[in-house]
């Protein structure tokens, strides 16, 4: 009698330790800066003195004459480069083009990059060259109402408009109409950006740390005008990401340096060159006009978000479209407007847009639901949409009240009483506060090789990116699934644009792209295979290609959702604010691995604790650069400021969905700075419009509110402290320049 084969135990959704964890912590793990090239020469940028000018001279000579000095690039010397191009994300950045011409748009432009033997040496010589400016006057001022700004198409339609918005402002029974603010902010992954560059048979080879190994070969074959195909970039381990990752100027640098020089060339930013070089958030100026009938129900929305970009590029911080998937009105309103300034150009940052627009139009429900009288938990039952507000579509699956219900179960939002400034323990003034998140749900062509070894295991191969995600060990459970093995008998091996195209690790849509085309080339392996049959010593490949599958897709309106509860203790004799606890609950497809899902979800929301309390970038009107440009003056949440973070899910099936995941990278983060900042007026009865609540602001505002010893600040006071009468990120106060020579 034959007894019947087991049947296969799914791994997806169980919890899996990171499949390269042990190789991380023990150092067995390389990142780009680490791995070692005979012959290595070092790289070290210099960046421009001035935020605006023209470069009169670099003078090299005494530079190339020091100990270990073999070249220094700069306008005067360097190739030209094709910028004529449309890439994955858009046309290029000028910034990445270095070294191009003579003038500087911004403080921390490229001007030169020194190359030594060391790195060492590199450096001392790059902090030796002297560069001469004629210095002209910038403008980095960043206000609303700026006779310059425009509205601006980035991946999402610039301007959104319906209904007659003042008719249907002037009949609402209540009206909120509040200005709010968020500053500059940056990613800082703990792995500076870091890439070798090296010549090897004539082809470019490049060791990098980056979000997408076929999207930095796209980008670096078409500024160099070379074939894709005689252009390999490899990046296997990534020390953070957050969207700062792509083609940047030190990539370009090193391969510059090394077809001069003909040997490997190394640069690596340092933290400080971050600052100006990887991009960062806009800061944001947001006005929300809402308008409602009596019971709470929404008959005009208006969301207005102005970010800045700077002179020599173009890119929007979509902070008004959040307002386009969670909220509709007979009158619904937005536009996403810049200013250009002379800064350098902000980019993609951890939910781009959702993030600080989440801030503004979950802070603008929150005192609707005051001024009405009701829950600011119910308030978001009754404006429940059944489809999209702007783009009629349906919704794939929509359980964003789910989330609400099971959250304020586990939150203990019942007992909440809704008056402010009540609970005290102690100098402490408690509040508790609560928010919506969404994020988008896309997909995008990807490629995948799976082959079946001889010796019974597996082994998939794409050019996906694990920049500390976990990615590495869900694609390993997918393909496990896929092919009904554990999850011990598949190898998963990414960042090698060999592999093929494959999307990027960025808006959450990594995981989802790639499991769909491993899945795909798993499922026609397992056709292919015959049982019982022997597999020759080569292996038998399939490869997929998802880019037909994608575009059949249907149209609907995809999301992850999620409900942020915070609860947080002020004291307004300090200013001090600390949260306590914090409680997400989030509607995300399906997940794959429970243990780094959870660790990406809570990372999020310690993200917004981080936004909503501390991360400033502040701008000296002298200079033109940022104050604190490192980890000391930048700061951002440490441990003693993470209290008890849970993160939960519930059950979001998508039967008509290929894959079921939905990506969880950014949506933690959303509604996290809402949550904190109406518990934060919950506590104490004033609003803070204006990011970070700094312990200055929340004296000032408790002062000027005649909170003094706490309770009692009353419903409706606002601080009227930063944003509205400080000048806004972008316009601190100045102090000396650095002048030439260069610092």
């Known amino acids: 009698m034959t007894t019947a084969p087991a049947a296969h135990k799914p791994s997806a959704g169980t919890a899996h330790t990171r499949i390269e964890g042990r190789d991380k912590v023990t150092g067995a793990a390389r990142y780009a800066g680490e791995i070692p090239f005979a012959g290595l020469a070092h790289g070290w940028l210099v960046l421009s003195t001035v935020a605006r000018g023209r470069i009169r001279s670099v003078e090299t000579a005494g530079v190339l004459a020091m100990p270990g000095v073999l070249t220094v690039l700069h306008h005067g010397n360097a190739p030209q480069l094709n910028t004529g191009y449309v890439g994955l994300l858009g046309a290029p950045d000028p910034t990445c083009a270095v070294f191009q011409h003579d003038r500087v748009p911004h403080l921390g432009w490229p001007v030169a990059l020194v190359v030594a033997e060391t790195s060492e040496q590199a450096r001392e010589a790059a902090e030796a060259l002297v560069v001469h400016y004629e210095e002209e006057p910038h403008d980095i001022t ?51 950006h870091a890439a070798t560059a090296r010549w090897d048979g004539g082809r470019l080879d490049i060791v990098d740390s980056n979000q997408g190994a076929t999207w930095v070969v796209g980008e670096l074959a078409q500024l160099f005008s070379l074939d894709p195909a005689s252009v390999r970039v490899r990046s296997e381990h990534v020390g953070g990401g957050f969207g700062s990752k792509g083609a940047r100027a030190h990539q370009v640098a090193a391969v510059m340096a090394a077809t001069a020089l003909r040997r490997p060339v190394r640069v690596v930013m340092t933290r400080r060159q971050m600052f100006s070089l990887a991009g960062y958030r806009s800061p944001t100026i947001q006005r929300l006009r809402l308008g409602a009938d009596a019971g709470g129900r929404l008959r005009a929305l208006e969301h207005r978000c102005l970010s800045m970009t700077s002179s020599v590029h173009e890119f929007v911080e979509p902070g008004a479209s959040a307002a386009r998937v969670m ?60 489809r999209g507000p702007v783009s009629g579509l349906p919704f794939s699956s929509r359980n964003l009240l789910a989330c609400f219900r099971e959250g304020a179960r586990r939150f203990g939002w019942a007992d909440r009483d809704p008056r402010p400034g009540l609970r005290r323990e102690g100098r402490w003034l408690l509040g508790t506060g609560t928010a919506a998140a969404s994020f988008p749900v896309g997909a995008r062509p990807s490629t995948a090789a799976v082959t079946a070894e001889a010796d019974g295991t597996f082994t998939v191969r794409i050019s996906a990116a694990d920049i500390g995600t976990g990615a590495r060990t869900a694609l390993t459970l997918v393909a496990a699934d896929a092919l009904e093995v554990g999850p011990e008998r598949v190898r998963v091996r990414i960042g090698d644009s060999d592999f093929g195209p494959a999307m990027i690790a960025g808006g959450s849509m990594g995981t989802r792209s790639w499991s769909w085309a491993i899945t795909a080339a798993a499922g026609e392996l397992r056709e292919r295979l015959v049982p019982g049959a022997g597999i020759p010593p080569e292996g038998i490949t399939v490869r997929s290609d998802t880019t037909e599958a994608v575009g059949a897709l249907a149209q609907k309106e995809r999301h992850s959702f999620g409900a942020q509860f915070a609860e947080v203790a002020v004291d307004v004799a300090t200013g001090e604010v600390r949260v306590r606890r914090m409680l997400g609950i989030f509607a995300a497809g399906r997940i794959i691995n429970p243990l780094t899902a959870r660790n990406q979800f809570t990372g999020g929301m310690i993200w917004g604790i981080s936004m909503a309390l501390h991360e400033e970038g502040v701008r000296d009107r002298a200079s033109g650069g940022p104050y604190g440009a490192d980890l000391a003056g930048y700061h951002v949440a440490t441990h003693a400021d993470v209290p008890h973070i849970e993160a939960d899910w519930i059950d979001d099936p998508d039967p008509d969905d290929p894959v079921g995941i939905k990506g969880i990278g950014e949506i933690g983060i959303v509604g996290a700075a809402a949550a904190v900042a109406n518990a934060v007026w919950h506590a104490t009865g004033v609003r803070h419009r204006n990011l970070p609540i700094r312990p200055d602001r929340v004296i000032l505002a408790g002062a000027g509110a005649g909170a003094g010893a706490g309770a009692g600040a009353g419903a409706g006071a606002e601080a009227t402290q930063a944003g509205t009468k400080e000048p806004h990120a972008g316009t601190g106060e100045p102090h000396a320049g650095t002048k030439e020579p260069h610092a």
């Open 327 to 386: 909220y509709d009105a007979d009158a619904h309103h937005t536009a996403n407007r810049v200013v250009r300034l002379d800064v350098p150009t902000p980019t993609w940052m951890r939910a781009p847009g959702e993030a600080p627009g989440s801030f503004a139009l979950e802070a603008a429900l929150d005192e609707l639901a005051e001024k009405c009288g009701i829950d600011p938990v119910e308030l978001r039952v009754r404006n429940e949409p059944a």
């Open 142 to 192: 960043f206000t609303d109402g700026r006779p310059d700004a425009y509205a601006l198409d980035g991946h999402l339609p610039g301007v959104t408009g319906k209904g007659d918005l003042e008719s249907a402002l002037a009949s609402s029974a209540v009206v909120v109409d509040a200005e709010y603010t968020t500053p500059e902010e940056y990613h800082q992954p703990m792995e500076p």
